[in-house]
């Protein structure tokens, strides 16, 4: 059982390159999302998803672009990527239902230069 | 505004030492309480509390919320250096949705 598996591990763009970082998971979760942590800083909700075709916007949206087509794959879009964007990216998915704690991927750590 | 205030920012111990941290929290619709532990990749789960006064316990490790105070602590008596980590706390705030609002975290580093 993978659990929530994330790749790359570790990526560097420059500055007005997009990419998309990769999520699934194997548990059949309906609620999947993405976090990015700074230093200094708590993780911060970016996008997440309760299921298949609905995603909705987190605490700091801009910059970044989900889609959710399946239940397992859960991608984040960098759509012109800015150094403010370094951080480390985490994935996470639950079941729906407030008993529900999160499972975490091991993150990507970008760097925009 | 919704926060969650963790303190100390980070602790020095001993092994054997006991520790408790604390977590603090102001926010609207309160779901649920959790405490992770990170180490150098993806938090992992520790505990999660959504009543007030139930002590959860998991060898070392024991929680409890006070939903009156807004407060929470994490207790790991005998430590180990296997302990040396962040330990992160993070609230439950949306119906309908698993979204979690985090502190920023206390790093705990356990000295053999």
């Known amino acids: 059982n993978a659990g929530v598996t994330q790749t790359p591990k570790f990526q560097v763009l420059k500055t007005g390159q997009s990419m998309t970082l990769q999520c699934a998971q194997d548990?059949?979760?309906?609620?999947m999302s993405w976090y990015r942590q700074d230093p200094g800083m708590g993780l911060r909700l970016i996008h997440y998803?309760?299921?298949?075709?609905?995603?909705d916007q987190g605490e700091v949206p801009n910059g970044y672009n989900v889609s959710r087509s399946t239940t397992e794959d859960f991608p984040l879009r960098l759509l012109s990527a800015a150094p403010s964007q370094t951080s480390v990216y985490f994935c996470?998915?639950?079941?729906?239902?407030?008993?529900?704690?999160?499972?975490f991927g091991n993150g990507t750590r970008l760097t925009v230069t | 505004e919704d926060k969650v205030v963790q303190s100390p920012l980070s602790l020095v111990v001993h092994e054997g030492d006991t520790v408790t941290l604390n977590c603090s929290y102001e926010?609207?619709?309160?779901?649920?309480l959790l405490w992770y532990k990170q180490e150098k990749k993806a938090p992992t789960f520790l505990f999660m509390l959504?009543?007030?006064?139930i002590e959860k316990k998991s060898g070392r490790l024991s929680s409890i919320l006070d939903k009156k105070e807004l407060f929470s602590i994490l207790n790991i008596t005998a430590t180990q250096t296997g302990d040396s980590a962040i330990y992160l706390c993070?609230?439950?705030?949306?119906?309908?949705?698993?979204?979690?609002?985090f502190g920023t975290g206390t790093r705990l580093t356990v000295i053999p």
């Open positions: 996470a998915s639950s079941r729906q239902g407030k008993t529900s704690p999160l499972h």
């Open positions: 548990m059949n979760h309906e609620y």
């Open positions: 998803s309760v299921g298949a075709g609905i995603t």
């Open positions: 926010v609207t619709n309160f779901r649920s």
């Open positions: 959504t009543s007030s006064g």
């Open positions: 993070a609230v439950g705030y949306q119906t309908g949705a698993n979204n979690l609002f």
